[in-house]
């Protein structure tokens, strides 16, 4: 049985000529914005991709069909009506699939679709990770597992900075994923630019970063590559200024009994309020930003293999 993969004709188009293709999630507009930003944002998104010479193809699930692409009302109505709409990861896929419903993608979930459907690069905002208290809990995201399964480039702000960063990069080591700082040598964390932590290699191209993941697929070593693209200077908090916030959003989770995939929707939105919709405009510019150099890997991808 072939997956039931549904194409757009723009993405369609675009992967039987080879040219450059963006994957873009379908979480971050149902679960990790309010609507109308939401649809603003994803439009947006999409926009400085095509301007960045690729085709963007945002992966959602419609009916049981993995969807390559949305159309705008399919856009819309994800963004109108997302916390109706179940959070699926990899995990969740085959049920989702075989009982004919919706549901929009996580990073994980995204990386495996667009995987299955022959794109090699992927935008979103922050990639999940090892969650503080997980020598307790076990709460480790998907997203780290899938790295070490699809070989797909995600260019990420980092790790959100509601995780334990430390051992999110120790994870990611042990899973034999490069983690590739683009111009910078420390690990962003989300909101801001620095977080502490070294990253173990740095590029500051992204025709080095396309090189590198030529490289990778080429000698048979499966699995994905981080690429950590610091949010814009201008749009940051800076770490001594959220890192109080995300402390008190933890603890309050805590408190209230959330865990699991309703943990990271509520801090965030906690986040948001507490700092009256600022981190709300980083996470839009942080996303902007790094469609935009997903854009430019892309193309620099699809040329090295012409």
């Known amino acids: 049985m072939a997956y039931p993969l549904s194409f757009t004709p723009e993405v369609r188009r675009a992967l039987d000529e080879k040219r450059p293709v963006v994957a873009l999630e379908s979480t971050i507009i149902a679960h990790g914005m309010p609507y109308p930003q939401n649809v603003e944002t994803a439009r947006a998104v999409e926009d400085i991709v095509r301007q960045g010479g690729a085709v963007p193809a945002t992966i959602a699930i419609i009916g049981g069909v993995l969807k390559v692409g949305l159309t705008p009302a399919e856009l819309d109505r994800f963004g109108r009506d997302g916390r109706s709409i179940d959070k699926v990861s990899v995990r969740d896929l085959p049920f989702i699939v075989a009982q004919n419903l919706d549901g929009a993608t996580t990073v994980a979930s995204t990386m495996r679709i667009a995987a299955m459907a022959g794109i090699h690069v992927f935008a979103t905002g922050g990639i999940g990770g090892v969650h503080r208290g997980a020598e307790r809990t076990f709460d480790i995201s998907a997203d780290m597992t899938e790295f070490a399964a699809s070989d797909v480039a995600v260019v990420t702000a980092g790790a ?23 111009g910078t040598g420390e690990f962003p964390a989300f909101y801001s630019r620095n977080s502490g932590h070294p990253v173990p290699m740095t590029c500051q191209t992204p025709a080095e970063i396309a090189g590198v993941m030529r490289a990778k697929w080429a000698m048979g070593l499966r699995g994905g590559v981080v690429v ?18 995300v402390e008190a959003a933890v603890k309050k989770a805590a408190a209230r009994g959330i865990m699991g995939k309703e943990t990271t929707p509520f801090l965030l939105a906690e986040i948001a309020d507490v700092t009256a919709g600022r981190s709300l405009a980083a996470n839009i510019a942080l996303v902007k930003h790094n469609s935009r150099i997903a854009a430019d890997i892309a193309v620099a991808f699809a040329e090295s293999a012409s």
């Open 228 to 245: 950590a693209n610091p949010i814009p200077a201008d749009a940051e908090i800076p770490a001594e200024e959220i890192a109080p916030v």
């Open 160 to 182: 959100k900075a509601i995780l334990d960063l430390a051992l999110t990069l120790e994870m990611l080591e042990t899973l034999g994923v490069p983690v590739i700082g683009l």
